[in-house]
């Protein structure tokens, strides 16, 4: 009896070894996340240090200085939430174990990058070799417990037992309306930035598309031929009545009106799904103050009905997986899914990037389940998919062939590897061989590929495209381009993490504004000689401080994070890599859209100014968060039963 209790005495000591042991390895991760998220990474400016270990020191003292205060609560915080999360032992962990490491990887790049290095910076001194290994280490604890404290709330439903009071009143009738009341609700809130930006806040491609219009530059198929001609037609609407400002503003204010209701449709499906309030809470913040909603929708751009289109189209999808019966029976869901989808495929050359395989793969699954689904689902699913691609098909052919409008250059689905082409000749010119030299000169001007490179967008390069060279030149190039990856593949490497780096690094705020005619200025002459658009000066104060409140938005707590590309695409790799171990099949089907959505923004020429690349990723992701909540609350229904 005695050596017994011996031995429960002995387990007890080990366990509470082994306890205590994980509390400490928590506090020194918590520690190092926290100097991870506070040091500055560059290498310190003017410092001369004798010696390796003065040089650490130095240089770790330079890094970490004035950051005691909010590194300490950092660290607290961070090793308090993983002190609470301690218990969970899912097997699911090496899904936030992975994610967390290669995340980390890329913010470490990203590190280089923002301080304006490159990788060499990572172990350019002993100092930097160790802040580097603090980096990487308390960015990947601090992912990891981030993404387990997501996955707990997601699972939680904490906030979705809350037992409120049955609505009254003003708060029943909204309640009863609440398609038409959050319609309301943002066109109020979208008023004032929309106003001030009387006729409309422009960007470089609007301006471009106008100029095609007007005959002033050649009408080419490199933006979408059917966007440009409703610029065109809503502006000639408006030299019909008297002012070309009153028709654009009229196809602002159409925007706006198709924004609010798509919006509202997705807090509609909310209500039926029965989503998390901290989920439609954060989709009403980002409506109303993050600059991707609301400086956008009054935005002259084509992502903006593209990637509303797609948001649409996300909320339908559910719709059918939620209820196949009443939406294959509603001719309106049928309707606004076409509709949808061929909104998709004419607002932007992506849509056929992503929808197409992505329509590819859900026939496929379709076909493989004909006899689950019955074939007359099966087929009237399938001409669901189906005669909205051909319909949008026909449209786009249709206003190519009457406009006569030529196609869009193939440089922009090179403008990858135009980058690593020009970074490769910048860095290592002198191992290029002449038979290398000529096949790129035959496409890129080799000479000026230097100068023209800049690290986080391609265009200057690849504006610089012969258009004349033939497929004979372009096979001859995409083999130097390959022969060059072997001999330094590090630097394509780079090139292409120096442009994308700001996707998933939270610590580079992408603030781009649109406000008035600050964008695309050059081709305001053109424009403004064929239509006489105008903005009118006495709203300038207006339009300064709508700029100002928009970049305070970026920056600000909470908001700023709902306005920054990293969360979104982080949490859509964490939740298809939960959905497939938890065999969640409809999330990951629902899922590829949205996954070759970030793929396109990583061929895209720039992320760095443009985070509208990811819009498609952005919008929808709070409502497939709410999905994987329902299927995975659906199960733990069946278990309970």
């Known amino acids: 009896m005695r050596k017994r209790n011996q031995g429960i005495v002995m387990d007890r000591g080990r366990a509470g070894k082994a306890e205590g042991l994980g509390r400490l390895f928590s506090l020194a991760m918590s520690l190092m996340a926290a100097c991870a998220l506070c040091m500055s990474f560059s290498v310190p400016w003017g410092e001369r240090f004798d010696g390796i270990a003065e040089e650490i020191v130095g240089n770790l003292a330079a890094s970490f200085h004035g950051n005691a205060f909010i590194s300490t609560l950092l660290a607290l915080g961070i090793y308090w939430l993983s002190l609470r999360l301690r218990e969970d032992t899912s097997r699911e962990n090496w899904t936030a174990v992975l994610l967390a490491a290669v995340t980390a990887v890329l913010w470490l790049m990203g590190a280089c990058f923002n301080s304006g290095g490159d990788f060499s910076t990572m172990c350019s001194s002993p100092g930097q070799i160790v802040k580097s290994i603090i980096s990487y280490l308390g960015a990947a604890w601090f992912l990891y417990v981030m993404l387990l404290g997501f996955r707990s709330l997601l699972d939680s439903g904490w906030d979705t037992k809350l037992s409120l009071p049955a609505p009254r009143g003003l708060k029943a009738l909204l309640s009863r309306h609440r398609f038409w009341a959050v319609s309301l609700f943002l066109l109020l809130c979208w008023a004032v930035p929309v106003a001030a930006c009387y006729p409309a806040a422009f960007c470089t491609d609007a301006w471009m598309q106008l100029a095609q219009y007007w005959g002033s530059e050649p009408f080419t198929a490199h933006h979408p031929p059917v966007h440009t001609m409703l610029l065109g037609i809503f502006s000639r609407l408006g030299l019909a009545l008297g002012s070309a400002n009153l028709g654009l503003f009229l196809f602002v204010l159409l925007q706006v009106l198709m924004a609010a209701l798509a919006l509202a449709y997705v807090f509609c499906l909310y209500e039926k799904l029965g989503a998390p309030k901290w989920i439609r809470l954060l989709s009403l913040l980002t409506a109303v103050f993050s600059p991707f909603v609301a400086d956008r929708v009054g935005t002259l751009l084509k992502d903006v009905p593209f990637s509303m289109a797609f948001l649409l189209m996300m909320a339908q999808f559910i719709y059918a997986l939620l209820d196949m019966e009443s939406f294959l029976k509603s001719k309106k869901q049928l309707l606004i899914t076409a509709l949808a989808i061929m909104g998709v495929l004419l607002m932007r050359k992506n849509g056929c990037y992503v929808l197409y395989p992505s329509f590819i793969l859900l026939a496929a699954v379709l076909i493989v389940k004909r006899k689950s689904l019955g074939r007359s689902k099966t087929v009237r699913l399938l001409l ?39 970074r490769y000749v910048r860095d290592h010119g002198e191992e290029v061989t002449e038979e290398e030299r000529e096949a790129i ?94 903005l009118p000066e006495s709203l300038d104060t207006e339009r300064n401080v709508l700029t100002q409140w928009f970049y305070l938005m970026y920056s600000s707590p909470v908001i700023g994070m709902i306005s920054h590309t990293a969360p979104y695409i982080i949490a859509a790799f964490f939740l298809s890599l939960i959905a497939a171990v938890r065999k969640k099949y409809a999330f990951l089907l629902l899922a590829v859209p949205v996954l070759l959505s970030i793929a396109v923004a990583v061929f895209a020429p720039a992320v760095i100014g443009n985070p509208r690349y990811v819009f498609p990723v952005i919008y929808p992701m709070p409502l497939m968060a709410a999905y994987f909540i329902r299927l995975c609350r659906e199960d733990m229904g069946k278990e309970k039963a």
Not at 514 to 528: E, K, N
């Open 384 to 422: 669901l998919m189906l005669l909205p691609v051909a319909a949008a098909v026909a449209v786009n052919s249709a206003i190519i062939k009457h406009y006569d409008i030529a196609p869009g250059s193939i440089a922009e689905s090179l403008s990858l590897p135009f980058q690593q082409t020009a």
């Open 441 to 534: 000169d035959a496409v890129l001007p080799y000479d000026r590929l230097a100068e023209l490179y800049i690290p986080i967008i391609s265009d200057p390069v690849k504006a610089e495209f012969k258009e004349g060279c033939g497929s004979d030149e372009l096979k001859a190039y995409l083999e130097a381009w390959l022969k060059m990856f072997f001999k330094h593949p590090l630097t394509y490497v780079e090139a292409t993490a120096n442009q994308i780096y700001a996707l998933v690094y939270p610590f580079a705020e992408n603030r781009t504004v649109y406000v008035g005619f600050s964008d695309g200025a050059w081709f305001i002459p053109d424009v403004v000689a064929a239509t006489g658009v105008s």
